[in-house]
């Protein structure tokens, strides 16, 4: 099959990082074409492959096929940089017990990524060289460079032309938007933009093959097997060896450039032998091999370290090798790949839906790109400069044996992911803060940070000598300035998707929700509360710029309005600082997730449901199937409903099926028959938000309902909800009236006490609301309190008389919450709500609340486009 002439987008390279970014557009139906210069499957070098590309690889629903595929575990990674005792990197702290990333052979994986693009719906053509890309002058000013921008404008590529090497068809293909992803070959740095730098100072070489008959390293230790990284004696460098499941092992060795070929013009040696020979200065890694044999040739790269000045300009983007490379040191390559890859998918369908226009999209992924380079740079240089220096303690304190501080510390780097479970994180939130308090005699200026930074960029590029011939202060600010970088990968920024969501820049966030891949604005509008007591305001805030780690960011589709908001704005709970965003009862889509919520992104929650406004932060300690006290709330669930029905469910719908339940479970303890056919419940203010669930939640349960309603309104509403019987509650005596509804004798009104929050409901009337329901009740029965008047006010004739018990009860806990989430789907239970349209509307929203306007609950929907489009969801709920 031959190209098409035209495509939306198209990707050149088929390594991980063009595979990656093709198949995430092709995912949101975006027209690909992937084109790579070789025929699949190709040989590659980078075998070891870090744990947080689990993320990566589950968002494009490929995970699974990488564990099933056989390739060697990979649980964690040993490292030795002196003499002291070797580090290990556990990845279990990271993906949980068991967690781990493979160590691939790379014609396979990445076969694998190229197939499942091509599954993906990505047009694919292998052995399809592209030979030059033709631009056309592009004239609009903010590409050129910019400072930090990292941008360039060599015009807007628009179209190929491609070679095939096998039938020698040739061909040009026009095209919306580039993405470059050839590999070292960089056609765009390379050919067209002239920009590419090579760092000098990381000038090394590598020389590689692989072994059969190995011993496996450190057996019967915890690390057994793991992939390992010694350093050579003469400090000139390290060696790698990483097992691979088709029973080899890979082993290279990476050594300064000029002391390697000094050392093989001095040895006289070369292929194998001076290989063989070199490999003699790493003891540990020589004695593994000594019954081995190579089974391979030799191979060998160098000129690997550099960076290029722009990294995107209008309509196209550069990804993985082809835009920068530091160095294999903490095997970060594949992992940056699929993370830059990821990074030109979401900045092109920005540009592509109007998301942003596109110099900011171009920039957004130019920075993105920018960042992660001079991040690994910097960690980077410190270990080059500690493998150099081996007697000086710069990422090591001279009180431990080993690494095991600096390597807690590096961990998230070396990962791609911080520590998920508490403990190990408030461990490594020690061992950071110790190697911080070692540090903290002063603080580094941001003019000692700048010089630091151009410092280390130009012993990166061009002068290592400098970074060895550093002043002792200087040292001590390099080692303040690493630290900081592996302080913020432990806190917030560790390298899962929490940290690629979670990043904003120039007030842009990604979004990575299937279907609305794009980009997203880092301010909101939302309804707030400026002064109690006073109308809302909306106003326009800060999205939360990094999630903690069981945060969740949800986009608000849908909120509800509770009676509690009205209490809130009043000041009755006296929040103690304002502004505070209104409504707890909101529903819609996640767009972000922390990096424990590992179980939550497996499952996929498209939609939540939350409890704070407009755009939320929401959080969530666990999923529903770990119990969790009841002052513990914050939970996420499934439902089936839409959101306009689950906003109110996080709050009203809780509330009144706990109630509910409390009169079943009380009922199922005091009778042996499963039958309530007899059993009566009034439910006071049944024509409510509330209200109008409990009595569905009643019914559905088998328990007969009378229902006391405030106004005509809520009458009608109490029958289409199923009660058996109604009753005014302005009626005379509306008590009795209860009492002479339900027939048998021995059967009595159990109350469910629910109020519609209306302003004109007097005080007197309110407490007059508990007295009804109270003297409503049988003798001997139970009055359950759900509604907040300010007191409750019962006559004491009927408390001394009746003996009724009264229960509190509030929300509900999360076991019973998601029991309610199913029955509602079974049974489908509806939810009314009256809409009003967009955040602007709350002023009419809480005026027609307040006049008792409003049949069921008060909603306000944000997002109409989402609400139409509801499909599946997910429910979530903090307290
Ligand atoms: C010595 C060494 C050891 C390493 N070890 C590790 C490791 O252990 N772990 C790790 O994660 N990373 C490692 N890396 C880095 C890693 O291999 C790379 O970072 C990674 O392969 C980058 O992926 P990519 O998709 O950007 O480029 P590549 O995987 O190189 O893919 C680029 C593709 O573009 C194609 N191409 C090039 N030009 C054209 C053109 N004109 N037309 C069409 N197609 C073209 C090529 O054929 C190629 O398939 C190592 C690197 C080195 C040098
Ligand atoms: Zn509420």
Redesign the pocket.
């Known amino acids: 099959m031959s190209l098409p002439s035209q495509t939306s987008v198209l990707v050149?390279?088929?390594?991980?990082?063009?595979s990656y970014a093709a198949c995430v557009l092709a995912r949101e139906g975006v027209d690909v074409v992937l084109?790579?210069?070789?025929k699949f499957p190709?040989y590659?070098?980078?075998?070891?492959?870090?744990a947080a590309m689990r993320f990566l690889l589950r968002l494009i629903d490929v995970e699974d096929e990488f564990d099933r595929h056989g390739f060697e575990k990979k649980y964690g990674a040993t490292f030795k940089i002196t003499d002291k005792r070797e580090a290990y990197t556990d990845f279990s702290k990271a993906l949980g017990p068991g967690g781990h990333s493979w160590n691939v052979v790379r014609s396979e994986s990445?076969d694998l990524l190229f197939r499942h693009a091509a599954r993906s719906g990505a047009k694919t053509f292998d052995g399809?060289?592209?030979?030059a890309i033709h631009f056309e002058p592009y004239p609009h000013d903010g590409f050129e460079a910019v400072e930090g921008a990292h941008l360039a404008n060599p015009g807007r590529p628009v179209s190929a032309d491609w070679s095939c090497k096998d039938d020698g068809t040739k061909g040009t293909i026009k095209f919306d938007y580039l993405i470059d992803?050839?590999?070292?070959?960089g056609?765009l740095s390379t050919k067209y933009l002239k920009n590419r730098h090579f760092n000098e100072g990381l000038k090394n070489l590598?020389n590689?093959t692989y072994w059969k008959g190995a011993k496996r390293f450190n057996p019967g230790q915890h690390n057994e097997n793991s992939p390992f990284f010694e350093n050579l004696d003469d400090a000139s460098g390290w060696v790698?060896a990483?097992p691979l499941h088709n029973g080899t092992l890979s082993v290279?060795i990476?050594a300064r450039q000029d002391l390697f070929l000094a050392k093989k013009k001095q040895l006289g040696l070369s292929g194998q032998e001076f290989y063989r020979e070199y490999l003699k200065l790493a003891p540990q890694i020589s004695d593994m091999l000594s019954d081995a044999e190579i089974v391979s040739d030799m191979k060998q790269?160098s000129d690997?370290s550099y960076h290029a000045s722009a990294y995107a300009g209008p309509y196209f983007r550069i990804?993985?090798?082809?835009a920068a490379?530091v160095d294999?040191y903490f095997?970060?390559?594949?992992?940056?790949?699929l993370n830059n890859g990821l990074a030109a998918a979401v900045s092109v369908q920005a540009s592509r839906r109007g998301q942003a226009d596109e110099r900011a999209a171009a920039k957004w992924h130019g920075t993105k790109v920018a960042e992660n380079y001079t991040r690994l740079l910097l960690i980077v240089m410190a270990v080059q400069r500690q493998l150099r220096l081996k007697h000086e303690e710069l990422i090591t304190t001279d009180a431990e044996d080993g690494f095991d501080t600096a390597f807690k510390a590096i961990q998230p780097v070396i990962q791609g992911v911080a520590d998920t479970h508490e403990t190990d994180a408030q461990v490594q939130q020690r061992a950071v803060e110790s190697v911080n308090f070692a540090l903290d005699s002063f603080d580094v200026t941001p003019e000692q940070e700048k010089a630091m930074t151009e410092k280390v960029v130009r012993a990166a590029q061009a002068a290592p000598e400098t970074l060895q011939k550093m002043t002792p202060e200087e040292v001590d600010i390099l080692k303040r300035m690493s630290h900081r970088v592996l302080h913020r990968n432990t806190t917030q920024e560790n390298s899962g998707l929490a940290a690629f969501t979670g990043q904003v820049i120039d007030g842009l966030a990604a979004n990575l929700e299937r279907g609305d891949v794009g980009l997203i604005k880092s301010t909101m509008r939302a309804i707030r509360i400026t002064e109690f007591s006073k109308p809302y305001s909306v106003l326009s805030t800060p999205v939360p710029s990094s999630l903690g780690p069981q945060d969740l960011l949800v986009k608000i589709a849908v909120a509800s309005y509770c009676h509690t908001d009205s209490m809130v704005r009043n000041g009755i709970f006296k929040q103690d600082s304002l502004p505070f965003t209104a409504s707890h009862e909101g529903a819609g889509t996640v767009v972000a997730v922390g990096e424990q919520c590992h179980d939550l992104t497996s499952r996929r929650p498209r939609h939540a449901q939350v409890t704070k406004a407009s755009w939320a932060r929401a959080q969530t300690a666990s999923l529903p199937s770990t119990p969790l006290p009841m002052h513990d709330l914050r939970h996420v669930c499934r439902t089936a409903s839409g959101s306009k029905m689950a906003a109110p469910l996080a709050c009203a719908g809780r509330t009144s099926w706990r109630a509910v339940d409390l009169v079943v479970e009380t009922l199922e303890a005091e009778q042996e028959e499963a039958s309530f056919s007899d059993k009566w419940v009034c439910i006071v203010g049944s024509g409510g938000g509330l209200g109008h669930l409990a009595v569905q939640f009643a019914r559905g349960r088998g328990l007969n309902v009378v229902g006391v309603a405030f106004r005509e309104e809520g009458l009608t509403v109490t029958r289409e909800m199923g009660a058996n019987a109604v009753v005014g509650a302005s009626e005379d005596d509306a008590a009795q009236r209860v009492r002479e509804k339900i027939s048998a004798p021995r059967t009595s009104p159990r109350d469910v006490s629910t109020r519609v929050p209306t302003r004109r409901l007097t005080c007197r009337m309110r407490l007059a609301t508990a007295a009804l329901a109270y003297k409503a009740t049988r003798m001997h029965g139970m009055m359950v309190q759900v509604a907040q008047p300010d007191e409750l006010k019962i006559p004491f004739q009927d408390v001394v008389s009746r003996d009724v018990r009264v229960r509190g009860s509030m929300l509900a806990s999360p076991t019973e919450s998601e029991e309610m989430v199913k029955w509602v789907d079974k049974h489908g239970i509806k939810v009314l709500t009256k809409s009003f349209e967009g955040l602007e509307s709350i002023g009419e929203l809480v005026e027609a609340a307040e006049r008792g306007q409003v049949r069921g609950k008060a909603a306000i929907v944000v997002d109409k486009s989402r609400v139409e489009k509801d499909e599946m969801r997910c429910f979530l709920w903090e307290s």
Do not use: Q, Y
């Not at 050149?12 to 063009?18: H, I, L, Y």
């Not at 992803?181 to 070959?185: D, E, L, M, Q, T």
């Open positions: 050149v390279g088929a390594g991980p990082a063009g084109v790579d210069a070789d190709r590659h070098v980078g075998e070891s492959m870090l990445d399809t060289k592209v030979d992803a050839s590999g070292r070959n056609i590598a590689w790698w990483i290279g990476v790269a690997w990804v993985g090798d082809a490379f294999p095997s970060s390559g594949v992992h940056l790949a």
